[in-house]
C-alpha cells in the first residue's frame, strides 16, 4: 500500500541553521511526493513537488530531491528563519490523476531568534 | 486567481447539533476534498468529490456526509456532534495532476 512516514517533531534550531527533515514513503507504481507547510491558524500551502524520481523541487530556499532507491524526499534548507516556525507535512499522490493522496503526521519546527 | 474559500472560519456548536461548513474551490477544479485535523490524530480524509460525485471516502461514521454542486462548490455536515467532532475542517481543491490547494479551515468547537 501507499504510506507516508516524516520524523517526529518538534524540531528546535536557532536561526541561520540547517534543517533537514526526513520523509520516506511506501508506495505502488509511481507517485508523486510533496512538501505542505502550515503556519498558524492556516491551511497548508503547497511549498514544493516532485514528480518523478530524481527530480528537485525547490522553493523559497527549501530542497527536496525525489530518491526512488532510498524511497525518500528529504526536506532541506540551508539557513532557517524565525518565519520559517510552521508544521511541515509530507505526502504523496497516487493513482490516476493523484486520486489518492496521503499525509505524513506533520513536523513542526521552532526556529528560534 | 482566488484561492480556496472556507466559511465560516469559526464555530462554536452544541453536541447534539448539527453544522454545514461550505467551501469554494478555485475556478476550474472539479475535485474538491475534506480534511479534518486535530493535535491527536493529524490530518484524516474524509471525502473527495468530482463533477458532484463522491469518488472516495475515508473512515469516518455515516454522521459525517458531504455534497457538490454543478459549480463545484462543495458542503460538508456533521450531524449529532459529539466533542470528539471539535477539530480544524479543511478544504482542498486540485485540477488533475498536480496537489491540493488548501483554505484556511474552519475551526469548529463543539461545547
Known amino acids: 500500500g501507499n504510506s507516508v512516514t516524516q520524523m517526529e517533531g518538534p524540531v528546535t534550531l536557532s536561526e541561520e541553521a540547517f534543517l533537514t527533515i526526513n520523509c520516506t514513503y511506501t508506495?505502488?507504481?509511481?507517485?508523486?511526493l510533496f512538501w505542505y507547510v502550515q503556519y498558524p491558524g492556516e491551511g497548508l500551502q503547497l511549498l514544493l513537488k516532485?514528480?518523478?524520481?530524481?527530480d528537485k523541487g525547490s522553493n523559497k530556499g527549501f530542497e527536496a530531491t525525489y530518491r526512488k532507491e532510498t524511497t525518500s524526499f528529504h526536506l532541506e534548507k540551508g539557513s532557517v528563519q524565525v518565519s520559517d516556525s510552521a508544521v511541515y507535512f509530507c505526502?504523496?499522490?497516487?493513482?490516476?490523476?493523484?486520486?489518492?493522496?496521503?499525509f505524513g503526521s506533520g513536523t513542526k519546527l521552532n526556529v528560534k531568534p | 486567481k482566488a484561492g480556496v474559500t472556507q466559511t465560516p472560519r469559526y464555530l462554536i456548536k452544541t453536541r447534539g447539533q448539527q453544522v454545514t461548513l461550505s467551501c469554494s474551490p478555485i475556478?476550474?477544479?472539479?475535485?474538491v476534498s475534506w480534511y479534518q485535523q486535530t493535535p491527536g490524530q493529524g490530518l484524516q480524509f474524509l471525502f473527495e468529490?468530482?463533477?458532484?460525485?463522491?469518488?472516495n471516502k475515508g473512515n469516518f461514521p455515516g454522521r459525517f456526509s458531504g455534497r457538490q454542486f454543478s459549480n463545484s462548490r462543495s458542503e460538508m455536515n456533521v450531524s449529532t456532534l459529539e466533542l470528539g467532532d471539535s477539530a480544524l475542517y479543511l478544504c482542498?481543491?486540485?485540477?488533475?495532476?498536480?496537489?491540493?490547494?488548501f483554505g484556511s479551515g474552519t475551526r469548529l468547537t463543539v461545547v
Open positions: 482542498a481543491s486540485r485540477s488533475s495532476n498536480y496537489g491540493y490547494t
Open positions: 508506495a505502488t507504481g509511481y507517485p508523486s
Open positions: 516532485a514528480t518523478k524520481a530524481d
Open positions: 505526502a504523496l499522490g497516487a493513482g490516476n490523476n493523484f486520486n489518492k493522496f496521503y
Open positions: 475556478s476550474g477544479h472539479r475535485s
Open positions: 468529490y468530482f463533477s458532484e460525485t463522491q469518488r
